[in-house]
Every structure is written in structure tokens, then in C-alpha cells.
């Protein structure tokens, strides 16, 4: 009679262990992801050590907490200003303003550099400037340095109302090279002149040139890439209000 001969049978088992709480990889420690193990986490923790591997990782959008969003509005431009109250892996905020009168429409304004990590709270701002008259609304996309994203929607919206006088502001960057900009208000619809003179009174360029603007809040932007340094003046003019200011170009 034969004797039996017995083979060891070996039986592989791959367990899945899920894990509600942070997991954190400290300075220096190492978390190796084998060959088809996928580790997601909804908040990774501060992980300042090394993940390696042939697996996957993923999670999602580190918390940023807000705590305020609100807008304020002078004349022709809109402050936004938000508070956090803790930020995790914050790269920053786009800044999306919608079309004029509606919120269906939106467009980038802009990029406000974020904390990245921190536990206490931050407080930021953004200017949205030389608007028209009409209802802006507004959002922030906050996005991580692993490129997940959230919106946070401002409640309300923010109104530009037509100016209610004729208005001439003074250049900015002045003095300048070469380029400034002149903001001016129309309280009505009207024929508009806006020319630069010289120290002797010598019309040297003609920025608007008798054109027929509607109400609302307008900006032009000078360039004296042409002209020497010195002081110069420019004048509004319309059917019923005139005023000069002072710039300087320096170069």
C-alpha cells in the first residue's frame, strides 16, 4: 500500500482595512502602496513623510473652513472679503464674477494666494474694479496644491448704481512711464472730449474725441510713450461740465 503523500495547500488572502481616522505619515516615515492596494482617505492629515509605491492614492478636498464672504461696493468697484477660520493644503482662491445682471455667466476675475496649512484664522480680500452700472454676483473656487477644488458662493449680490455726478479723478500710476489710466463719471449721456496739453497750453493728443458716451462709469488708458518727461495736463469736457487735472511722466 501506497503511502500518502500530503501537499501543503497555501491559501492567499487579501484583506481590505478601511480606516475612518487620519492617517499621518510623519517626517521621514515611508507608506509603501503595494501593487493594487488603493488607499482614499476623505482627510489625509498632515503627511510630511513619503508615499510610495505601485498603488493609488486619492482623497478628497483638503477643508478649507469659511467663515465670512461678504462684498461692499464704492463707486465703480466691489471689495470681496472672506475669513477662514482653518485652512489644510490651501493653494488659493479664483475669483469668478458673473456676467452683468445674471449668475449663470461667470468669468475669472481673478487669484488670491491661499495659507496652505494652518489651524488659526485669515482674512482676504479682493478688489473688482471699474465695473459698469448693474448686479454682480460672485464665487470663490478654492483650490488645494493637489488640484481638488470647492466653490463658496457670496449670498446676494453685489449692485454698481450709476453715478450721480459729473467726475474727473486723478491718473493712476501718476507720475508714470509710460502708460496711466484716467477713470471719469457721467451722470447722463452726453458728447465727451478728453485731451493732454503741455506747460504752454499745446494740444499734444486726444484721448476720446467728441464721442457720445451713455451714463455710467468709464476708463481710458493713456499711453505717452511719445512724450519727454514733464508735467502735463489733461482736460474733460462734455455738454455740460469741463475740469483739468496735473500728471507727470517720468522717465
Avoid at 42 to 49: K, L
Avoid at 120 to 130: F, G, K, L, M, R
Wanted: glycine share 8%.
Amino acid at each position: 500500500m501506497k503511502a500518502l503523500k500530503i501537499i501543503p495547500l497555501i491559501i492567499l488572502m487579501i484583506a481590505t482595512i478601511t480606516y475612518s481616522q487620519t492617517v499621518v505619515v510623519g517626517t521621514g516615515a515611508e507608506l509603501n502602496l503595494g501593487s493594487g492596494v488603493d488607499v482614499c482617505s476623505g482627510t489625509w492629515g498632515n503627511i510630511s513623510g513619503n508615499v510610495t509605491g505601485t498603488g493609488t492614492s486619492c482623497n478628497s478636498p483638503m477643508p478649507v473652513e469659511m467663515v465670512t464672504f461678504s462684498a461692499s461696493v464704492n463707486k465703480a468697484s466691489v471689495t470681496l472679503s472672506w475669513q477662514t477660520s482653518s485652512e489644510l493644503n490651501n493653494r488659493g482662491f479664483e475669483v469668478y464674477r458673473s456676467g452683468k445682471n445674471t449668475n449663470t455667466d461667470w468669468t475669472k476675475a481673478g487669484f488670491v494666494n491661499g495659507s496652505g496649512s494652518k489651524n488659526t484664522p485669515s482674512h482676504y480680500t479682493y478688489s473688482d474694479e471699474q465695473l459698469s452700472a448693474g448686479k454682480y454676483y460672485y464665487r470663490l473656487k478654492q483650490i488645494d496644491y493637489n488640484g481638488n477644488f470647492e466653490y463658496h458662493n457670496l449670498n446676494g449680490f453685489a449692485e454698481i448704481t450709476g453715478p450721480n455726478k459729473y467726475e474727473l479723478s486723478q491718473n493712476y500710476p501718476n507720475p508714470f512711464n509710460p502708460v496711466t489710466k484716467i477713470n471719469f463719471s457721467l451722470p447722463a449721456g452726453t458728447n465727451v472730449s478728453i485731451k493732454v496739453y503741455d506747460v504752454s497750453g499745446r494740444q499734444i493728443s486726444t484721448i476720446v474725441n467728441n464721442k457720445f458716451l451713455a451714463a455710467d462709469y468709464y476708463s481710458v488708458v493713456f499711453d505717452a510713450s511719445m512724450l519727454s518727461s514733464g508735467i502735463y495736463y489733461y482736460r474733460i469736457e462734455t455738454d455740460k461740465f469741463m475740469s483739468v487735472k496735473k500728471m507727470v511722466v517720468l522717465k
